[in-house]
């Protein structure tokens, strides 16, 4: 019987914020860590994308290393490489060092989240479970939400080294906070399964294969381009592969979840929520520091309603899940998240500070009756024993979704601008439209998650009944 629950899910939380946080606050420091090493924007790129390719090849491992090593370990040791990557990180003297030190953060990091889901998963029961994660996801989604305004301060006050030590009291908190309170979990019993090297060397050539498609081919080549079609056609037999090596005994990822209908609808909005709001999110900085010349520090908090917002309502979203009521506000959220990228396609030179602020507390609003009983409804769909894999696909769809949103937005920019220039409209107005039309196509998205959520059921009974963690 687990007595604290509380303080588990607030140890969670500490955990996931950290590195939730750090998948956005380095973004807008990138300007000065360019112009300090004297390196071409190519080169200062990797800077992210190592950090995202890692992640993404670090997530199956979670499965695997869980039954190996247990949750206690494996949260604990996550943990504390973040923590060793964002120390190695500020202490960076060019940026061959930077990036391989980002590639140590983001092998801690890319396991934090489902771990923590994972546990957070086996340690509440289905009637309190929603609540837990409206509760867990506050840090889960203010960290890309704060990590904006957060980078800028530190980064115009401090210089873009504090970004990364600014973890190093953060993660010694929530290591002593996990020694306190997630002992219980040593106890679980662990176990040795073989490791399935030829389906983790598939997983890499897909994930390697894809970014390379999406971020190279593309920008040199275009989308209609035979190096680009050769890329993806490579890319889903890779893809292909992999899900056919799934199907031996412990493989690295269990696939058999999609068998399950209700996880499969929940999967597919979390894809496409992906897709939309890590897209539709990329316009957003050019919307207002390139196109409306707001400042770093101005614009980031012009997205601070929009993180204020989901600290409000997350609990209250979660708690509304508990009480059945999971297909409902799915509904209200896809609508008011769409709602808001109509909002920001309306957005023009001379549109006041209050329109945009409102326009972020409605993407605020949606966000936080979306995710919380999707994700609910997603981890009771399956059964004890797939919990782990579960966490690790959402996870997992949560990074790629985004990593393709972005991909796809920035080349989808490109040619709505050289079309509208090619037409004889001027640089500035071109620009104007090109946002306009990728907020619209946003929207537009979101609004096709209505088909699967339609079908959610209002409340989630669990496939097969299995003993919970609390008895």
């Not at 992640?55 to 923590?83: D, Q």
């Not at 390697?208 to 593309?218: G, N």
């Not at 980031?300 to 509304?320: D, E, F, I, S, Y």
Request: hydrophobic fraction near 50%; glycine fraction near 8%.
């Amino acid at each position: 019987m687990l007595r604290d629950k509380r303080h588990v899910l607030i140890t969670l939380m500490i955990g996931t914020s950290m590195a939730a946080i750090d998948s956005s606050i380095v973004n807008v420091s990138l300007p000065v860590i360019q112009r300090q090493f004297d390196v071409d924007i190519d080169e200062v790129s990797l800077v992210i994308t190592s950090y995202m390719i890692t992640f993404l090849l670090f997530i199956p491992l979670t499965n695997w290393l869980k039954n190996r090593i247990g949750y206690y370990h494996l949260y604990m040791t996550s943990i504390a490489v973040f923590v060793l990557g964002s120390l190695l990180c500020s202490i960076s003297g060019s940026i061959q060092m930077l990036v391989l030190s980002r590639i140590v953060q983001a092998v801690g990091g890319g396991s934090i989240a489902p771990t923590s889901l994972a546990i957070l998963s086996e340690s509440f029961p289905k009637k309190e479970r929603g609540s837990a994660i409206g509760w867990w996801g506050i840090g889960n989604v203010m960290g890309p939400a704060l990590g904006p305004t957060l980078g800028g301060v530190l980064t115009e006050y401090l210089g873009w080294q504090a970004i990364f030590y600014v973890n190093i009291p953060i993660g010694i908190v929530a290591v002593l906070m996990n020694m306190r309170y997630l002992g219980f979990l040593k106890a679980r019993k662990r176990c040795n399964p073989p490791f399935d090297f030829k389906g983790y060397l598939l997983f890499v050539c897909f994930i390697v294969l894809l970014q390379f498609t999406l971020t190279s081919t593309s920008d040199k080549f275009g989308f209609t381009s035979w190096q680009f079609m050769t890329g993806v056609l490579l890319t889903a037999f890779f893809l292909w592969l992999f899900i056919r090596s799934s199907r031996k005994p412990q493989p690295l990822l269990d696939l058999s979840v999609f068998g399950i209908v209700a996880f499969n609808r929940a999967f597919i909005i979390v894809a496409l929520r992906s897709l939309a709001l890590f897209g539709g999110m990329f316009f957003l900085p050019f919307l207002l520091q390139g196109y409306l010349k707001y400042t770093e520090i101005q614009s980031a908090l012009l997205l601070l309603p929009n993180a204020l917002v989901m600290l409000l309502t997350r609990p209250v979203a979660g708690k509304m899940a508990d009480n059945g009521m999971i297909r409902n506000i799915s509904i209200f959220g896809i609508v008011l998240v769409s709602a808001s990228f109509f909002l920001f396609a309306q957005i023009n030179t001379g549109t006041p500070a209050w329109f945009i602020v409102a326009a972020m507390i409605v993407r605020g609003l949606g966000i936080s009756f979306l995710i919380a009983p999707v994700s609910t409804a997603m981890l009771n769909a399956v059964t004890a024993a797939q919990t782990a894999t579960a966490t690790s696909l959402n996870s997992l769809i949560l990074q790629l979704g985004g990593s393709i949103g972005i991909a796809v937005s920035g080349s989808m920019h490109s040619y709505i601008y050289d079309h509208y220039t090619g037409k004889g409209y001027e640089s500035m107005l071109a620009e104007h439209y090109a946002l306009r039309d990728g907020f619209l196509f946003t929207a537009v998205l979101m609004l096709v998650t209505l088909i699967p959520a339609a079908k959610l059921p209002q409340k989630v009974v669990k496939r097969l009944k299995h003993k919970e963690a609390l008895g």
